[in-house]
């Protein structure tokens, strides 16, 4: 019997732990834990174009105006780690619709 392809999410122990077989608090921790992580790599690269001198040069100054205008439109769902889509639709997929866009919110 051929068993259902879902993701892998590697533990911090090294461990890798398909999705499907993780136990329900475990998918709950991860969704969250993915958000903050995401959240706090947002944080990171704004306090670093803050704190990073501007270039000279028009050029320069302009693209990394750019990069700052982006950045600060920039929301935490575009730091998240790809298999997060995968965790929310398990966690829907397990009835946790509520918890689930409490992650997203």
Same mark, same amino acid.
């Given at each position: 019997?051929?068993?259902?392809?879902?993701?892998?999410?590697?533990?911090?122990?090294?461990?890798?732990?398909?999705?499907?077989? /993780?136990?329900? @608090?475990?998918?709950?921790?991860?969704?969250?834990?993915?958000?903050?992580?995401?959240? #706090?790599?947002? =944080?990171?690269?704004?306090?670093?174009?803050?704190?990073?001198?501007?270039?000279?040069?028009?050029?320069?100054?302009?693209?990394?105006?750019?990069?700052?205008?982006?950045? /600060?439109?920039? @929301?935490?769902?575009?730091?998240?780690?790809?298999?997060?889509?995968?965790?929310?639709? #398990?966690?829907? =997929?397990?009835?946790?619709?509520?918890?689930?866009?409490?992650?997203?919110?």
């Amino acid at each position: 019997m051929i068993r259902k392809q879902t993701k892998v999410w590697t533990t911090k122990d090294g461990r890798d732990v398909r999705l499907c077989d /993780m136990t329900d @608090s475990h998918i709950v921790n991860l969704a969250w834990f993915l958000r903050r992580t995401a959240q #706090e790599r947002l =944080r990171e690269e704004v306090r670093f174009m803050m704190n990073v001198p501007e270039p000279t040069g028009d050029i320069a100054s302009m693209t990394f105006n750019q990069e700052f205008d982006t950045l /600060m439109e920039a @929301s935490w769902e575009d730091y998240v780690h790809p298999i997060f889509d995968k965790v929310l639709l #398990e966690m829907c =997929r397990r009835g946790f619709n509520k918890q689930a866009s409490d992650v997203v919110m």
